[in-house]
């Protein structure tokens, strides 16, 4: 199969070098939404009470902090990011909340980790920005012991992913196409059957995938759109006048407001795919 977004590794490294003060803002307001999937996530990949869990690409502690808490303490959770920056809100949160995780700066294609280190390896909205995503999954296989499980979480398409299509109509409307530079890379790994081959060509067996699909119905009067568009889109954003970003605002708003229901709801509907496969 052909790659369909092949992400350029200083671009990546650039941007979530940027990024990590938006994130650490928005997480702990994100923190349940984000157990929406966490908790799937971590279920796929079978963490138990005393695993030995690698989090990889972890950023402000998605699910490395839920992880904690099912490995317990006999248990231990690495929490690592290619950068500082996206870390430094998982260490703020893990500090908050008393959680027992240990920390590590890694790229993923090569782990400073020995082989057969770990029992559990996840990897949530991560494998996407890696260049060499089958190198990356080499890598989980092998810090994996023998039968450990890697489980990883990916968007599904587009179409089923509301706050992106629709934030995205809009930012190209009125930013122009530039504004959604690298978008098409979150999407990277959401075609049929995709997702399987580049973990079992990276050497995971038994690879099991899953469609999560969830939907909420949210009051359109709430801005349940920012975390998304700080997030996502703030390279984009970086470059607007506070008075151009609150026209933009606006705009949004009312986009949004004009999908609402006859209930003043919008169905906010979200499509991710799990991913899973065991070491050898
Ligand atoms: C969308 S964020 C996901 C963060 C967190 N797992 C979550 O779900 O909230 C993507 C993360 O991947 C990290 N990342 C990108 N390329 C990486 C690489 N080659 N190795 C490790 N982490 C990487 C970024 O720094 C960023 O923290």
């Avoid at 650490?24 to 996530?41: E, G, Q, T, Y």
């Amino acid at each position: 199969m052909t790659d369909p977004g092949k992400p350029d590794a200083a671009a990546e490294r650039a941007r979530w070098a940027a990024s990590g003060a938006a994130w650490d803002r928005w997480a702990d307001s994100m923190a349940d939404p984000a157990d929406r999937v966490n908790r799937p996530l971590l279920d796929l990949c079978g963490v138990t009470a005393g695993d030995r869990l690698l989090d990889l690409a972890s950023g402000a502690g998605e699910p490395a902090l839920t992880a904690a808490t099912l490995a317990g303490p006999s248990g231990l959770v690495v929490a690592s990011d290619l950068v500082e920056p996206m870390l430094a809100g998982a260490r703020r949160r893990a500090a908050a909340n008393g959680a027992h995780l240990a920390f590590s700066l890694a790229d993923m294609t090569s782990l400073p980790f020995g082989a057969r280190s770990f029992d559990r390896v996840t990897c949530r909205f991560g494998l996407m920005f890696v260049p060499d995503d089958r190198a990356a999954v080499a890598e989980m296989a092998r810090v994996l012991r023998p039968g450990g499980r890697a489980a990883v979480a990916v968007w599904g398409p587009l179409e089923g992913n509301i706050l992106f299509r629709e934030l995205a109509a809009v930012l190209d409307r009125h930013l122009g196409p530039g504004a959604l530079a690298g978008l098409d890379v979150l999407f990277r790994h959401s075609g049929a059957g995709f997702l399987a081959e580049v973990l079992e060509s990276g050497g995971l067996d038994g690879v099991e995938v899953r469609h999560l699909r969830l939907s909420q119905g949210v009051p359109a009067d709430r801005p349940f759109w920012k975390a998304t568009l700080d997030m996502a889109f703030s390279p984009a954003l970086a470059t607007l006048s506070p008075s151009g970003r609150e026209a933009l605002e606006a705009r949004i708003a009312a986009h949004f407001a004009g999908l609402a229901d006859g209930r003043g709801l919008v169905p906010v509907d979200m499509h991710v795919v799990l991913g899973a496969g065991a070491a050898r």
